[in-house]
């Protein structure tokens, strides 16, 4: 056997498949995009008994169907044989739902091996299932675990070699053409009769496919992308689509081993029954989800600037004695001001944010792990079908608290193509975490004992703005109809300390990463606008390229109460990534360390210098709020919808709307 294994984690969502996967790697791992697509994987590696394991992290899905992407793509990974080994988790206190994707795994014939998660769920209901019998009905191995207590961590990945050695062993064409009837489950008399007799053609047709049965399972549900890839005339076969009765029989299997194999069996948890009786409520439910968000923002922005005051501390530190170091060996003015103003100013500025930001997506991961975030999906369907879209749209938008890329991305879990349109257009409304340092150093600097509800009122201000687009979209026929609601909502539990530090991790590595890349170049770019003109090196930004660029568009931006150069300059850059509107104001009026009390006091004085007041400065954080998305946004929208139409309808739609909502405030305020 070789020295690696690739292994493969699959299962239903809200299984503990995720907490499983960073059980086993911890922080070693990577999160990419499947090749194609902007679905986000994760692979990890570990060593066990001196081998190196690698693993993918495949979506959670309910089945092996066509439907959706993450389906396809977990069928795809399978049936190339990707992996030496899959792992089916499955959530033993949801036994007999979790099967079904067990019974569509088992009848591919792979090495597979099945996990009982959440096994200390079941030992606190009371019950016991019987893992040996459980085996025998599906025949493959079972192995009862505790992701979240990291228990039955070596024996499952001892039957995983065990498993991968017997396959060896045995001989891949032998174990890829067992009979069926060495397996567990067979289907009524008349469809089995149907398989047969579409084996046969198929194996004349394509005699070097393997798992023939399979495939014609697959053509009696009518599988498109089956059908499209393999071309057979069974008309005189197929009469019908078998989907669903194929899909009822699978479920009266599970079923069956489910009444045969859990004893003293709970149809649910009372603690669940008892909070779902309150975060569910139709009165309850949005006030509810409105009191923990407040919290999570409150913990953002209290400890999370008090934790940002040594960081300032060390910052400030550090820049003077780089700039004492920089004197003493005599470096020239243009190389310490790219260093200090343009270097140091502009990234150090966005590390000061580090801990509102990690507590921002702790806080998200907590709701995530919980089981809460299905809740909050569930508790906005009545306003979301106001608007065309189904609750679960509210996901998408609520990821987007964090960061809007992914948030975008999700939103093919969506069906319906005209709820993930709809869905991708006004989620950058959302207010992301790349915002939060713009409304923390604005509303700190102008709104004093009101900054923090002047920093909320934007995530409000936020959700209200999408809700009033998807209103107006609704005017088009394209976006008319919608899909309804059904999402499962899975059992509390205790969120896993490790699973919400490494999300957390995972979300800050990246925002250290943009730091690092996107705003060091944006940084440095800007600087260079900043202190050249065409005669060269200049260091007076009157003069400089970006004045002349920026004051193109006074004209459109001094209704809003932003016409400024510098003030367009910042909102210009943060395109590249919303973080630079607060390095480029750094580098704009030359403030080493704007996030410190005595930067902020420069930037006030700077500010009101150029005739800014506390209008100004909410206008600016509403513009700020919704104006043009950043480049990657850009991006990922044009790969989700594949076409630069919608790229441009988005763009033109989040710029009208900043101008407007942005007018129409300083307008209103100026007058009153």
């Known amino acids: 056997m070789n ?113 009982l998660n959440m096994m200390d769920v079941v030992d606190e209901r009371g019950m016991k299932i019987d893992i040996s019998k459980l085996s025998e009905m599906l025949g493959v191995k079972v192995i009862p675990v505790c992701a979240r207590k990291r228990k039955g961590l070596d024996e499952l990945m001892n039957t995983v ?177 790219l260093i200090i103003d343009g270097i140091i100013a502009g990234v150090g500025g966005i590390i000061t944010f580090l801990p509102n930001i990690f507590i921002l997506f702790i806080g998200l991961a907590f709701l995530e792990d919980s089981g809460y975030m299905s809740r909050a999906a569930y508790a906005m369907d009545g306003i979301m079908s106001k608007i065309g879209l189904s609750g679960r749209a509210f996901i998408p938008m609520l990821l987007g608290f964090g960061c809007t890329v992914p948030a975008v991305m999700a939103s093919r879990t969506l069906e319906n193509s005209r709820d993930r349109l709809k869905t991708i257009l006004i989620t950058p409304f959302m207010s992301c975490s790349a915002r939060l340092p713009i409304y923390l150093i604005i509303s700190e600097i102008f709104f004093g004992d009101y900054a923090v509800f002047a920093a909320i009122s934007m995530y409000i201000i936020g959700i209200f703005t999408a809700v009033i687009v998807a209103l107006f979209l609704n005017k088009f026929e394209l976006f008319k109809e919608h899909s309804d609601l059904l999402i499962e909502l899975p059992e509390y539990k205790i969120p896993n300390l490790r699973t919400v530090f490494i999300y957390a991790w ?102 009101s210098e150029i005739g800014f007041s506390g209008i100004n400065a909410y206008s600016f954080m509403l513009f700020s709020l919704l104006y043009i998305p950043c480049a990657a946004t850009i991006g990922i929208i044009k790969k989700e919808t594949g076409s630069f139409k919608w790229v441009c309808i988005s763009l033109f739609l989040q710029f009208a709307t900043a101008w407007s909502v942005s007018f129409l405030f300083y307008t209103v305020a100026v007058n009153i």
């Open 161 to 337: 070699f065990e498993v991968f050695e017997k396959r060896c062993e045995e001989g891949e064409v032998q174990y890829k053409n067992r009979e069926f009837n060495d397996l567990c489950f067979t289907y009524s008399a008349h469809i089995e009769f149907k398989i047969s007799e579409i084996v046969k053609r198929f194996k004349a047709k394509y005699p070097y496919t393997k798992n023939y049965r399979w495939y014609a399972i697959k053509f009696l549900e009518h599988d498109d992308e089956i059908k499209k890839e393999y071309i057979i005339n069974l008309d005189d076969i197929i009469d019908k689509n078998y989907e669903d009765e194929i899909i009822k029989q699978k479920y009266d299997f599970a079923e069956n081993i489910s009444h045969k194999v859990v004893i003293n069996k709970t149809e649910k948890n009372l603690l669940t029954d008892k909070i779902d009786l309150a975060v569910t409520n139709q009165f309850f439910a949005i006030p509810i989800f409105f009191c923990i968000m407040t919290f999570i923002f409150f913990l953002t922005f209290f400890v999370g600037d008090y934790l940002k005051g040594y960081i300032e501390e060390g910052l400030t530190i550090f820049s003077n004695y780089l700039l004492i170091l920089l004197q003493k060996i005599n470096c020239g003015e243009f190389v310490s001001s």
């Open 506 to 607: 995972e979300k800050v590595k990246d925002y250290l990463t943009k730091a690092g890349t996107t705003i060091f170049v944006a940084s440095v770019i800007l600087w260079f606008l900043l202190n050249f003109n065409i005669n060269g090196f200049s260091g007076n930004m009157e003069n400089s390229f970006a004045s002349e660029i920026s004051r193109i568009l006074i004209p459109v931006m001094a209704p809003l109460g932003l016409g400024n150069w510098q003030i367009i300059t910042a909102l210009i850059s943060g395109i590249a990534a919303k973080e630079v509107v607060v390095s480029s104001m750094s580098i704009l009026f030359n403030i080493a360390n704007i996030s410190s009390f005595e930067g902020m006091g420069k930037l006030y004085t700077a500010l």
């Open 3 to 115: 020295d690696n294994l690739k292994i493969a984690f699959i299962g239903n969502p809200n299984c503990g498949k995720t907490t499983l996967f960073n059980a086993y790697t911890g922080a070693n791992l990577k999160t990419a995009n499947w090749p194609g697509v902007t679905v986000e994987k994760k692979e990890g590696r570990f060593v066990f008994n001196q081998k190196d394991i690698f693993v993918t992290d495949l979506p959670g899905t309910y089945s092996l169907s066509s439907y959706t992407l993450e389906e396809r793509l977990s069928r795809k990974y399978i049936i190339d044989e990707e992996a030496d080994v899959i792992i089916d988790v499955v959530d033993a206190s949801a036994l007999e739902r979790n099967l079904y994707l067990a019974l569509q795994l088992i009848e591919l014939r792979k090495p597979l091996v099945i996990a």
